[in-house]
């Protein structure tokens, strides 16, 4: 019996090896903010990673955020090094798309970009976000220290909640640590895309309900 790895993550056995180094090169610039994709960033800025879905439209949530000063689109969460996108869209490498923020923390806070994630899409889908299916759509939270970790948790158990009193069921997402999951960049191709293409797709979208940070 085939595997089907749109529903099931796949094991170490048959995840793919991937390479010691990338296949392509990043953009050094953001297409709306101007700033450096892949650092070096300002002393004193944070790092927040998400998952939600489709990158293209997340990461465009994030790049509007105020005090978020660059994003980028990569794969994080799996096991394979340096994937290229058909890899990961395959299911075959664990990845899950992935935004990038590095914000200024004295302008925006963990927990506001936590309230743009959990109300940004639906976090209890499993592996799929609205049209888009497979386990590269899964919702995850990649934490970069224990207070992250922990506005994680706080604001997940805060939130499932609300959608249980309005009848939605247990959060799927992930809370993850960076150490063991680190987060590769995705093509050229994929930076700032809903920039490039004003009308291109954006299968995103979220429950409606408000996530209360504070």
Known sequence: MLTDFTQQLPTPDEVLPGRSEPMFTVPEQHTVLGTRLLGPYPEGFEIAEFALGCFWGAERRFW????????????????????????????????????????????????????????????TQGFR???????????IVFYHSPAQRAAAEETRDGYQKVLGANGYGPITTEILP???FPFYPAEARHQQYLDKHPRGYCGLGGTGLTCQVD
């Open 64 to 123: 509007r955020t105020e005090g978020v000063w660059t994003t980028l689109t990569g794969f994080q969460g799996g096991a394979t090094t340096h994937p290229i996108s058909e890899e990961v869209a395959s299911g075959r490498t664990g990845h899950a798309e992935t935004v990038r923020a590095v914000f200024d923390p004295s302008k925006v806070t963990y927990r506001a970009l936590l309230k743009v994630f959990w109300e940004g899409h639906n976090p």
């Open 129 to 139: 976000q609205g049209n888009d299916i497979g386990t590269h759509c899964r919702s």
């Open 178 to 180: 960076v150490e063991e």
